[in-house]
């Protein structure tokens, strides 16, 4: 509802939420512990005229109320960037507490069997017409490791290093049910872009209440 008090946990510059702003809600807030990327969502939002609350805290004990917000999203890749597991598991404890009773909880998850049928180690793909992407992968177990390297005709303009854990849809689902989500379903998004779209290409959302 575009009443509802949303919070966009993780959410980086707040891409969602500025969307979402656009369309007519109205109670949103965006989390993320990157004070870069915060300022870059403020600055968006004050060019757009959008009214969207932006907070850097760390998602594994964000300062905020409890049982404050009707609806917690986590979408775009999230979950999965500590690699010690209990370190995630903070993050959706914090999502659970965070919610009213009754409360709607929705996290996207990278479709780990998707990308391991069609790995690629490395891929090339223009994103427009002054602008090449090359990315360099190692999968290792349920961990990938991407370089992506992003460059025009006159300069280097990204050479960034991550990693993600990769969580497979049985394994997510029990963890949401020992947090004591409830309802708990599923359904998988496949992009038809042709583009190289890396952990992007087949997307599994994860849909609960509290």
Same mark, same amino acid.
């Given at each position: 509802k575009e009443e509802d008090k949303i919070l966009d946990f993780c959410g980086g510059q707040g891409r969602h939420s500025l969307e979402l702003a656009r369309r007519g809600y109205k109670d949103l807030t965006? @989390?993320?512990?990157?004070? #870069? @990327?915060? *300022?870059?969502?403020? &600055? &968006? +939002?004050?060019?757009?005229? @959008? *009214?969207?609350? #932006? /907070?850097? +805290?760390?998602?594994?004990?964000?300062? @905020?109320?409890? &049982?404050?917000?009707?609806?917690? #999203?986590?979408?775009? *890749?999230?979950l999965g960037y500590f690699l010690d597991k209990r370190e995630n598991l903070k993050i959706l404890k914090s999502a659970y507490r965070l919610l009213k009773n009754k409360g709607k909880f929705l996290v996207d998850i990278p479709n780990q069997d998707y990308l391991k049928k069609r790995f690629k180690p490395i891929s090339i793909h223009q +994103?427009?017409?002054?602008?090449? /992407?090359?990315?360099?992968? /190692? !999968?290792?177990? *349920?961990?990938?490791? /991407?370089? &992506?390297?992003?460059?025009?005709?006159?300069? !280097?303009?990204r050479d960034t290093l991550y990693c993600q854990l990769l969580y497979d849809l049985k394994e997510l689902k029990n963890i949401l049910r020992k947090i004591d989500f409830q309802k708990i379903t599923s359904y998988t998004f496949l992009t038809s872009s042709e583009k190289d779209l890396g952990l992007m290409s087949s997307r599994i959302f994860v849909r609960a209440l509290k």
């Open positions: 965006v @989390l993320d512990y990157s004070k #870069f @990327l915060i *300022n870059r969502g403020k &600055e &968006e +939002a004050k060019k757009k005229k @959008l *009214n969207i609350k #932006f /907070v850097r +805290a760390d998602a594994r004990s964000p300062k @905020l109320k409890k &049982e404050s917000f009707s609806v917690v #999203f986590m979408i775009g *890749n999230c +994103a427009d017409k002054k602008t090449l /992407v090359i990315r360099k992968r /190692v !999968l290792k177990d *349920n961990t990938i490791r /991407v370089r &992506e390297i992003v460059i025009s005709k006159t300069r !280097l303009i």
